[in-house]
């Protein structure tokens, strides 16, 4: 089964930093591209990022741009989202998902939503 851990969410003030990651386990994940999401309460879910299988390429939300970074070190099994300068717009639940490619048809989606790992950006 495709199952993915998050974790490294917290409380942070306004301006601070986490690394959230993405961990794997029961499959390799080097073999997908991998989608970070995040849902505020009242909102609908958004994509944040996502990475290709090899990590050369990715792509951010407009709103994330020049502020998250994100990464992957596959012999680790693992997927980073580098969060600096934390707005209180980024508060939510962060999930990361497996997927077919990260741009137009190979947008799918496999496994299912995990727990997250929630983000809360407060003073």
């Known amino acids: 089964q495709l199952q993915l851990v998050e974790s490294g969410g917290g409380l942070v003030q306004p301006g601070g930093s986490l690394k959230l990651s993405c961990a794997a386990s029961g499959f390799t994940l080097g073999s997908y591209a991998i989608g970070w999401f995040r849902q505020a309460p009242g909102k609908e879910r958004e994509a944040v990022s996502c990475?290709?299988?090899?990590?050369?390429?990715?792509n951010y939300l407009d709103s994330v741009k020049g502020r998250f970074t994100i990464s992957r070190d596959n012999a680790k099994n693992t997927v980073y989202l580098q969060m600096n300068s934390l707005k209180p717009e980024d508060t939510g639940l962060y999930y990361c998902?497996?997927?077919?490619?990260?741009?137009?048809?190979?947008?799918?989606?496999?496994?299912?939503w995990g727990q997250g790992t929630q983000v809360t950006v407060s003073s």
């Open positions: 990475i290709s299988r090899s990590g050369g390429s990715t």
């Open positions: 998902r497996a997927q077919l490619g990260c741009s137009g048809r190979a947008e799918v989606l496999f496994g299912s």
